[in-house]
């Protein structure tokens, strides 16, 4: 080995070790920056965070840039991108309040055993709402996060806070490193690809959160590379991996199995088409335009027979929104959906990578029209409408349809996995065409052969100059595309003194009981033992009933109420509790409730937590 | 090809460790994973030990993933197959423990089940694809 090149994989090797520092470092920032009550994470994050992942992030693309091997770099962004999705699982007691605590909410109830005949432990009322509940949006991961729990011996709160950051981690960089291998066969490009993919705030969003509609982005990751591979290849193989992620992507959340099993249907479409006369005839544009509209069609259908598995569930295609809205509001929602309510920073960050993406689409498409279609050409052309697909669904369900059950920017996930391999492909193909123009005009530059090494040197200054550009922005791309991802504005997440009351009560109460509460109680009790778990009974967070008898509690806090709700969770509810919290009732109307509770006397405080802040009173029936 | 042949020296005890695994003479590592699960079982009924429950994991993991990986995946290059052996696997435990779910429920024994099942249903069709490889 020549001098310079031990000294360059010295150097190397001195980046990587000072990068894996890097990321411990950010890891152990996080930790020490972990609260206890926070409304964000920008309120407790460590000052330092950003500055460092900024650096980590830029290095990691400054390694990219040289000759280490891909699966090295690979795993050097498995690494990074769980530390990117980890942030709300590690800062937070009970990570983000949102869907995530209800699932945990259900599992609960499995890990527990509270479930012993079957899912759903309530009868259903038909034979639809039975199915809806077989494939609905809990049972698959509870299964897995049970498994796990089990599998390592740790209390399913855990398995479930960190089962998405690990999974998609792990999995999504390496699903756009191979679907990127398939358009361009070049491992850097593929490369780049698993790390911009977390350039995308909407992918960074849902990779952090563990619910259901995550795994299912996951699967749908893989459902997409092996229709690819099914279009490229032919094999059997292909066709059913192809099918069992649509399937699993199905088994994880309906939304993201109904857009998995329309992307199948359009590869069977392409597949066909190009079969039969490589797609140039007439009548094989006609057939894929059709199939492309009866997959884009899917998905909006499908919501609207949600209601035949979900009684309940109301949607319909309506122009409600078009008398609501003004024209202005309605072109700009035709334009860039949501983001219209969104502020610039944030507009540009989430708009950047499509639109990037979509543009070399286009560019590539445009190349293509020029030769003879290849298993590149025809994959880029799949890509390219499954990314109109999603375009064109996400403004139907924006725009034309009501009730749905879900909000419409799920969508952008599956638009941002689509284009980010063509995001890294053009920002590679861009890098390389500069390099390549630099050194073809080298000799020019410095026309005597004696001084081509002096020629040389300026080249690879020039090369180096643009890796190190390069870097700068798309690092700082990435952790702007963070500070975005992760909400600014945010109620109070769950606290440590509402997990521990639920706790508290949890070990100190030998009878079956109730507990009255604001839905935040009601969070943090359903993480810790369930929901609507017969002997710790926490009303659901949408039943009308814990609203109602808290808002009674509120006005007259007597014993009455609580009797009330024992009586309706069941004869045998021998306890019930009254959680109060200053932080959610605010200052004056708690301080009313603990003195009114206290002057009457039939309540007992049970216990008072977070010095002050949270109050258990319990009443006993006779 | 990632961990392929340009990669050989840095990875072949790798490659090795992963063929003698995936021949499972004997049956020795099919047996080895059932010992992991009862190790597992165990572990949950008496010890409640997470070191032993992550070791257990990570060996059960490895034995399982690599025998999917090389019934399914064989063509692919040795991180991807080991990759989707395990993504296989968990999808096979996700699947079976949801059909655990619907039917009774997930308690310690059945959760057992379900990992003797899925060991099983590995060693069988990486079996299966060592006969069809000879044949």
């Not at chain 1, 009933?545 to 509810?573: H, I």
């Not at chain 2, 429920?105 to 057992?112: I, K």
Request: hydrophobic share 55%; with cysteine; net charge neutral.
């Amino acid at each position: 080995m020549l001098h310079s090149q031990r000294k360059s994989k010295k150097l190397l090797c001195m980046g990587e070790f000072f990068y894996l520092f890097l990321v411990g470092l950010s890891f152990y920032l996080l930790l020490a920056s972990r609260a206890g009550e926070a409304h964000t994470i920008w309120e407790v994050l460590h000052p330092l965070f950003i500055p460092i992942f900024f650096i980590a992030t830029i290095l990691l693309f400054a390694i990219l840039f040289t000759s280490e091997k891909v699966s090295y770099i690979l795993l050097f962004i498995i690494v990074h991108s769980i530390l990117l999705h980890s942030l709300f699982s590690i800062l937070f007691p009970a990570g983000d309040l949102s869907g995530q605590q209800m699932i945990l909410g259900r599992t609960r109830l499995v890990f527990d055993n509270t479930v012993i005949h079957g899912w759903p432990p309530w009868p259903p009322k038909t034979i639809q709402t039975q199915i809806y509940q077989w494939f609905g949006e809990i049972n698959s991961q509870a299964a897995v996060s049970t498994v796990f729990a089990r599998m390592f011996s740790l209390d399913i709160f855990w398995v479930h806070m960190f089962l998405v950051p690990a999974l998609w981690g792990v999995l999504v960089p390496i699903a756009a490193f191979l679907t990127t291998k398939i358009l361009s066969e070049n491992e850097k490009a593929a490369a780049f690809s698993s790390l911009l993919v977390s350039a995308f705030p909407y992918t960074i969003y849902f990779g952090a959160i563990s619910v259901p509609n995550s795994l299912g982005f996951i699967f749908f990751f893989y459902a997409l590379y092996f229709s690819m591979k099914y279009l490229t290849i032919d094999s059997p193989r292909n066709t059913a991996w192809m099918l069992v992620f649509s399937f699993f992507s199905f088994l994880s959340h309906n939304l993201t199995g109904v857009v998995s099993f329309s992307l199948v249907v359009l590869a069977f479409a392409f597949k066909t088409s190009m079969k039969e006369d490589r797609g140039s005839s007439t009548t094989a544009k006609i057939w894929m335009f059709v199939a492309f509209l009866v997959c884009t069609s899917l998905l909006p259908l499908s919501f609207t027979y949600l209601q035949l598995f979900l009684p309940g569930s109301h949607v319909i295609f309506s122009l409600d929104k078009f008398y609501e809205s003004s024209t202005g509001e309605i072109v700009g929602l035709l334009l860039i959906g949501e983001l219209i309510h969104f502020d610039l920073k944030t507009r540009i960050l989430v708009i950047t990578g499509p639109l990037l993406g979509l543009l070399w689409m286009i560019y590539l498409s445009y190349k293509l029209k020029k030769g003879q279609p290849t298993k590149f050409g025809i994959c880029t052309l799949f890509l390219f409408a499954a990314f109109f697909m999603m375009l064109i669904d996400y403004r139907i369900l924006k725009l034309f349809m009501v009730g749905l059950p879900i909000n419409e920017e799920r969508l952008w996930v599956f638009r941002d996995f689509i284009a980010a391999p063509f995001v890294a492909l053009a920002i590679y193909a861009v890098v390389s065409s500069i390099k390549a123009f630099l050194e073809a005009k080298s000799p020019s530059i410095i026309p005597i052969s004696g001084l081509k090494v002096f020629s040389n040197a300026n080249v690879f200054s020039l090369s180096l100059i643009i890796n190190i550009l390069v870097s700068l922005l798309l690092g700082g791309w990435i952790t702007a595309s963070l500070s975005v991802a992760y909400p600014q504005v945010a109620p109070l997440q769950t606290t440590w003194y509402e997990l521990e009351a639920a706790k508290y009560i949890e070990e100190n109460t030998k009878e079956k009981y109730v507990v009255i509460g604001d839905v935040w109680t009601i969070f943090a009790g359903e993480m810790i033992v369930g929901i609507q778990n017969p002997g710790a009974y926490y009303f659901g967070e949408n039943d009308p009933r814990a609203y109602d008898l808290f808002a009674k509690m509120r006005k007259d806090p007597s014993p009455q109420v609580l009797v009330e709700a024992m009586n309706q969770t069941g004869a045998d509810t021998k306890v019930a509790y009254l959680i109060v919290t200053e932080p959610r009732l605010g200052t004056e109307e708690f301080n009313q409730v603990v003195s009114r509770v206290l002057e009457n006397g039939q309540l007992t405080v049970m216990g008072i937590f977070g010095d002050g802040k949270l109050y258990v009173f319990s009443y006993r029936k006779e | 090809m990632l961990f392929g042949d340009r990669e050989v020296d840095a990875s072949s005890q790798i490659s090795r460790l992963e063929t003698f695994i995936i021949l499972d003479k004997k049956l020795i590592f099919t047996l080895a994973s059932y010992f992991l699960v009862l190790a597992m079982y165990i572990n949950l009924q008496v010890l409640r030990s997470f070191v032993l429950g992550f070791m257990a994991s990570i060996f059960y993991f490895l034995i399982n993933g690599m025998f999917l990986g090389h019934a399914f995946f064989e063509q692919e290059a040795a991180f991807f197959r080991l990759t989707f052996g395990i993504l296989l696997l968990i999808m096979l435990l996700e699947f079976i423990g949801w059909l655990s779910v619907i039917i009774y429920n997930l308690d310690v024994v059945r959760f057992t089940l379900v990992l003797f099942v899925v060991a099983t249903l590995s060693s069988f069709l990486n079996r299966k694809a060592i006969s069809k490889n000879v044949t």
